[in-house]
């Protein structure tokens, strides 16, 4: 009887993982932009180059990844497969967060470095970023589509059967 409850309780929780990563990404990615502004303005002081750091991209990413996690927050009961949330989760994580720290950390020892042909170095490395942020995104958003599908579909409930009827039915009264 104990364990039967404690099973109807497990699958009755909620599933905060799409939720609360989320909303850690907007956040830490709020932070990044916040700090990348305020290290370009320290850098840029004496020049007249306008620095914006949210155009239009950064701003429709956020947004999208606000959607999804109201969106989670809305399926969280009827999640069924929790691996498509976590690939979705860890896909957006590493395009919006690890990937520009990672470029920022090449830039950073590429200009350590001196190193001469760094303009064709930048150049390359521009491509792969475009090439996997794209291809992550792709596959993110792909699970996420999953995950909608698979929560919107109705459960699969049983018609009642009726039993085979016997040789002697037409004759039976009611």
């Not at 404690?6 to 989320?22: A, D, E, I, S, T």
């Not at 180059?49 to 989670?72: D, G, H, R, T």
Request: glycine fraction near 4%; charged fraction near 15%; include cysteine.
């Amino acid at each position: 009887m104990l364990t039967n409850l404690k099973l109807q309780m497990k699958n009755n929780q909620l599933y905060k993982l799409g939720v609360r990563g989320l909303c850690l990404i907007v956040f830490f990615r709020l932070v990044l932009l916040m700090y990348l502004y305020y290290k370009l303005r320290i850098v840029f002081t004496t020049s007249r180059i306008p620095i914006k750091i949210f155009n239009w991209l950064e701003i429709m990413q956020l947004i999208l990844v606000i959607i999804e996690a109201l969106l989670y927050a809305w399926l969280q009961r009827s999640i069924k497969t929790k691996l498509w949330v976590r690939l979705h989760i860890w896909s957006l994580a590493f395009v919006l967060l690890l990937m520009p720290l990672i470029i920022i950390g090449i830039v950073f020892i590429i200009q350590l470095l001196e190193i001469t042909e760094s303009r064709a170095i930048i150049k390359s490395i521009n491509w792969i970023k475009f090439y996997l942020s794209w291809g992550f995104t792709i596959i993110g958003h792909g699970a996420f589509i999953v995950v909608l599908v698979k929560s919107l579909q109705k459960k699969n409930e049983a018609a009642p059967t009726q039993e085979p009827g016997g040789i002697l039915d037409e004759f039976t009264t009611e």
